[in-house]
């Protein structure tokens, strides 16, 4: 069966309000396509939507998300046993097939970043390219970029990455900070700074200090997006214990914002 636009619409829309409500936020700032936008700007805020496997059932002393199983609204519930506390769509009584906790992805971070602190300057360390998916990434003293695409030869400048979503944003540059390398290798577990699979290794910058804002990379201006999480997919690559030692240190998705070129050794700062 055919879903009418309409319904769609309003299940995205319904979705955008509820977040807004839990959130506290103008309905307005909250991207309302319900999917991967949505998904990258919680994420700018160090938050995700994280499913309940049993809806049903429930009981959460807490705001949460319900999903209604025939018009596919929202609402939001609260409380053990739950119950509405915000519709956006009043008087709907049908029963709830999903529900969703919006929770931070690291809780000692807690929810938000002050993109008003200020964070000190770092410096590029490597510049690493690969040309496929799962390539070795090859070590370069320069790259060009591509303003909205990433690092020329890049298989994320082709769009041809792993986690490549072209309806989605951070994909065009990665940047891990050599230090959490260095905390990795501490802990016995080693790689070459390369085998991180991210572009750019750099040293002396918080790397999370530049999530929501404009920053510089020589000379070429770039935006942050989020965090770029460790997953199984990179421990499998490389080797394990990766993934533990890489939680909440594996680096920050980028947009590239200008054209230019980028060097080892340049200078890596916020930009007003």
Known sequence: MVQNPRSKDREALSLT????????????????????????WLALSNVGLVPVETPEDFAWPG?????????????????VPPGVVFDPIPGATEPIDAAF?????????????DPSQPSEPGVVELISIAKEAEGRMVAVPSAKTLAG?????????????????PNGRGYDLTLVEAEALEELAASGVEIAPSEARRNLVVRGVALD???????????????????????AH???????????????????RADVLSSGEIRVGNRVEALP
């Open 149 to 165: 695409r990433g690092l020329e030869g890049d298989r994320y400048a082709r769009g041809a990455g792993t986690f490549s979503d």
């Open 101 to 113: 906790v919006l929770a931070a992805h690291n809780l000692r971070r807690g929810i938000g970043f």
């Open 63 to 79: 705001h949460f998300l319900g999903r209604r199983r025939e018009s596919r609204t929202w609402a939001v519930l609260f409380g």
């Open 17 to 40: 309000e509820c977040v807004a409500y839990v959130l506290d936020v103008e309905p307005s700032e909250v991207p309302d396509d319900g999917g991967v936008a949505l998904r990258q």
């Open 234 to 252: 990179l421990e499998k690559l490389t080797r394990p214990g990766v993934l533990r030692g890489l939680a909440h240190r594996g680096g920050l």
């Open 209 to 231: 200090d530049l999530i929501g804002k404009r920053f510089r990379v020589g000379e070429v201006e770039c935006f942050g997006q989020r965090r770029c999480e460790p997953c």
